[in-house]
């Protein structure tokens, strides 16, 4: 995909922190923000040359053009749906995608499932301060994006996450659908792969920027799973799926009526990382709360509102909770279970469909060995 030997990057531009017009800012002005980037990348002399002669293109007319915590389901399908024709052009050796940080955990693990078979490096990025901030990250966040797509090129295959936050910090390479924010602090970097280690690390040395890969086992995971599927879009989703959080005093039979109310066709319930919930008779039993949903064709997912594995051979209420109609998803985390709910329900019918196919792994997004109590898995 290389042209006259130079390297040749699509950037995707869909809003967020990067985007805005100061700290904290409130409005976008896409076409001066990515003007101001180019201008600042021209200097940098990283790659052997200014970063500016391998930017190949810069897509400001992408659909979503939001501050992340404005996103829906549907501004992923359309995301996915660029970097689908990015591809196609057949003339890049990586997307980035800049992106508000807020949700960007989300985009990234929905990209996983609702495209199929990338066989280059596609890599969200964004910032914690304005371009336009003297202290932004941004540029740091987006050199180190590319500085690994190139490099690593030929063994990164599929969605990741890149983030420093800082503009001396060390940026982590995170897999699309195994990482979470979990802070928001302005010269931080505030993501982290969870239940697994990051893919790599990327740092600043005397000689130029240095790579170290920290997790070959789920990378060459997730890059043979695309190598050996045709690359395909999926632009259904279902957006209407409930993510609940158990703790002491949920009451069922309140979140059973919103569902009811609101037609939800999916659950992800959060519960304690032991596998446990309440199964003590009375009202604030889960057992009943399963049994409707079950009865109703509903499926709900058990996943761990912390980090971890959950467990279901250790208290007898975990069995409890799977013979009432949940599905435990393993280390599954609630970023990847919530979007593969929405993929999996806009293109799957059938109650027993949709349980079988959630516990697939689809994108590497589940552990096989630690999942030992699901079926289905490739």
């Known amino acids: 995909m290389m042209s006259s030997g130079k390297f040749l990057i699509k950037l995707i531009y869909t809003g967020g922190t990067i985007g805005g017009e100061s700290r904290g800012g409130r409005r976008l002005n896409s076409d001066l923000q990515v003007k101001q980037l180019l201008d600042k990348l021209k200097d940098k002399e990283s790659f052997g040359g200014p970063i500016s002669a391998i930017v190949d293109e810069v897509n400001v007319s992408t659909p979503v053009k939001e501050f ?6 549907d501004d992923w399908v359309e995301i996915a749906k660029v970097v689908k024709k990015s591809i196609d052009e057949n003339k ?6 800049l992106h508000g940080t807020d ?8 990209l996983t499932f609702l495209i199929q078979g990338v066989k280059m490096p596609v890599i969200l990025t964004g910032s914690n301060l304005p371009i336009t901030d003297k202290n932004t990250d941004s ?4 050199e180190d994006a590319i500085k690994i797509a190139l490099k690593k090129k030929e063994e990164l295959k599929g969605v990741f996450l890149s983030f420093a936050g800082s503009s001396k910090g060390q940026s982590f390479v995170h897999l699309g659908n195994r990482c979470r924010k ?4 302005p010269y931080s970097n505030n993501f982290e792969s969870v239940n697994v280690t990051p893919i790599a690390k990327v740092s600043d040395g005397i000689f130029g920027k240095r790579i170290k890969m920290l997790n070959t086992q789920l990378l060459e995971q997730v890059s043979k799973k695309n190598s050996n599927r045709e690359l395909k879009l999926y632009d259904k989703i279902c957006s209407n799926v409930e993510v609940l959080k ?7 039979q309140v979140e059973l009526y919103k569902i009811k109310q609101a037609n939800s066709k999916g659950v992800i319930l959060e519960i304690y990382v032991s596998g446990t919930a309440c199964v003590k008779p009375g009202k604030y039993s889960l057992i009943p709360f399963l049994e409707e949903l079950r009865d109703r064709k509903i499926p709900i997912f058990l996943v761990s509102a912390e980090k971890g594995t959950i467990k279901t051979d250790i208290y007898g209420s975990s069995g409890e909770l799977i013979k009432a109609g949940a599905c435990p998803l393993g280390d599954m985390i609630t970023e990847a279970a919530y979007t593969k709910l929405c993929w999996v329900l806009g293109h799957t019918d059938g109650y027993k469909q949709v349980v079988e196919k959630m516990k697939k792994n689809i994108a590497a997004e ?9 079926s289905g898995g490739e």
């Open 92 to 97: 890049y050796d990586a997307i980035i995608i």
């Open 246 to 252: 158990i703790y002491p005093g949920f009451n069922p």
């Open 366 to 374: 589940i552990t096989a060995e630690k999942n030992k109590n699901l």
């Open 182 to 185: 979990i802070m928001a602090e």
């Open 68 to 73: 992340s915590e404005n996103f829906v389901p």
């Open 103 to 110: 949700t960007m955990t989300y985009t990234a693990a929905a």
């Open 139 to 142: 540029i740091k966040n987006i």
